[in-house]
């Protein structure tokens, strides 16, 4: 028989929680360093931030 511990199964939640808040802050911040790295080109085009971006969405 498997002894089962209820207080390994609350470890186990956290340690999901704990590297999903990592991937999200990692996710925000490449998405983050995308708009600041795109923003010169767009200002110098004289183009919304939506245009801008459907162009660039569009064009892949």
Do not use: C, K, W
């Not at 808040?21 to 911040?29: E, F, N, W």
């Amino acid at each position: 028989m498997v002894d089962f511990d209820p207080t390994t199964l609350g470890y186990f939640i956290y340690a999901v929680f704990a590297v999903a808040a990592i991937g999200a802050v990692v996710g925000l911040g490449a998405v983050a360093e995308f708009v600041v790295s795109n923003r010169r080109t767009r200002v110098a085009r004289h183009q919304s931030v939506r245009a801008y971006y459907r162009g660039l969405a569009l064009s892949h």
